[in-house]
Nanobody, 122 residues
Framework: EVQVAESGGGSVQAGGSLRLSCVAS????????MAWFRQAPGKEREEVAS???????RYANSVKGRFTISRDNAMNAVYLQMNDLKPADTAMYYC????????????????WGQGTQVTVST
């Protein structure tokens, strides 16, 4: 069974940067699909960025040009570099993983982390 653990959240001023880290463990071999989600109070969970073996990377329109997802495949780790942070980015950020080579935006990732809080102040 795959376990997912993320870290790197915190408080930052608007315009600042933060880097989130996530490791998927408990699986021998590559974890093909990994992603970052976020959920703010009163709002639905949304996919921020994802990477997979079939379709490459995808980003939410709200973070394009500011956030970058990257992987360390040897470690089954994924990172989210967040630049020019805005108060609207404030949310609980979750890392997700899946053994499928591609996860449709309409499908749910199988394995989830516990979340790490990101707070952006003005």
């Amino acid at each position: 069974e795959v376990q997912v653990a993320e870290s790197g959240g915190g408080s930052v001023q608007a315009g600042g940067s933060l880097r989130l880290s996530c490791v998927a463990s408990g699986h021998t071999g590559n974890v093909p699909s990994m992603a970052w989600f976020r959920q703010a109070p009163g709002k639905e969970r949304e996919e921020v960025a994802s990477t997979n073996e079939v379709r490459g990377t995808r980003y939410a329109n709200s973070v394009k040009g500011r956030f970058t997802i990257s992987r360390d495949n040897a470690m089954n780790a994924v990172y989210l570099q967040m630049n020019d942070l805005k108060p609207a980015d404030t949310a609980m950020y979750y890392c997700a993983a899946d053994l499928r080579p591609w996860v449709s935006p309409n499908d749910r990732f199988t394995y989830w982390g516990q979340g790490t809080q990101v707070t952006v102040s003005t």
